[in-house]
Structures are given as structure tokens and as C-alpha cells.
């Protein structure tokens, strides 16, 4: 989680890291729907991937937005507070990637 002794520019830093990053992230949740729907082998799987991977996308999303909020504002308090939730919604948005990636692996072999 963050720390809480980050300064404003750190915190910006760290920011505008998980922007890029969270957009790349959702497009990658999109292209893993696409091979559970193009793959025969993960049919089995196909259904709770698909929204896994969607409801991921969909937090890796809200990371961009409130990323690119967070650094637009100019209030130290309610940057932090941002930066707690993109935090939250990040870590949660990778947990959903990595179980949905060992069931795409599991289905596959």
C-alpha cells in the first residue's frame, strides 16, 4: 500500500506510472477476452474469464481516470486520498488478471 511519508512529487511520479501502465492493462484485459472467445480449448473457462477479465478492465480503467485526476489536482489531501483508492482498485484490478490468467492456463492444459 502507500506509504504515507511519499512527497507530492513522488506521489506524482508514482502516478503517473500506474496511468500509463492501467490503460496498457485494460487493453490487455480486452485482448485476453478475445482469446477466451477465440480459443475451442477455453470454453470451459470462457464465461468466468470473461468477466474477470472485464471487471478488471473496467478497474484499470477507473485507475486512468482517477490517475489523470489525481495529478490535475492541485489540494495535497485530496491527492492522497486519490492515490489511496487508485492503489486499492489497482491491486484489485491485477488480482482479478492473475486468477483469471490460471484459469486460462488451467483450461488451456
Known amino acids: 500500500m502507500l506509504r504515507t511519508t511519499l512527497s507530492t512529487p513522488e506521489l506524482r511520479e508514482m502516478l503517473l506510472r500506474i496511468l500509463s501502465i492501467s490503460a496498457s492493462l485494460a487493453g490487455f484485459c480486452v485482448a485476453g477476452i478475445g482469446l477466451l472467445n477465440a480459443q475451442a480449448k477455453a470454453q470451459r473457462f470462457s464465461g ?3 468477466d474477470l477479465l472485464a471487471v478488471a478492465a473496467v478497474l484499470f480503467l477507473l485507475c486512468t481516470y482517477m490517475s489523470f485526476w489525481a ?3 492541485e489540494h495535497q489531501a485530496r ?3 486519490l492515490a489511496r483508492v ?3 482498485l489497482f491491486l484489485g484490478g491485477l488480482t482479478l488478471v492473475v486468477l483469471s490468467g490460471l484459469g486460462i492456463v488451467y483450461a488451456l492444459y
Do not use: E, M, Y
Open 48 to 50: 468466468l474469464g470473461d
Open 86 to 88: 487508485i492503489d486499492i
Open 79 to 81: 491527492l492522497v486520498a
Open 71 to 73: 495529478l490535475r489536482t
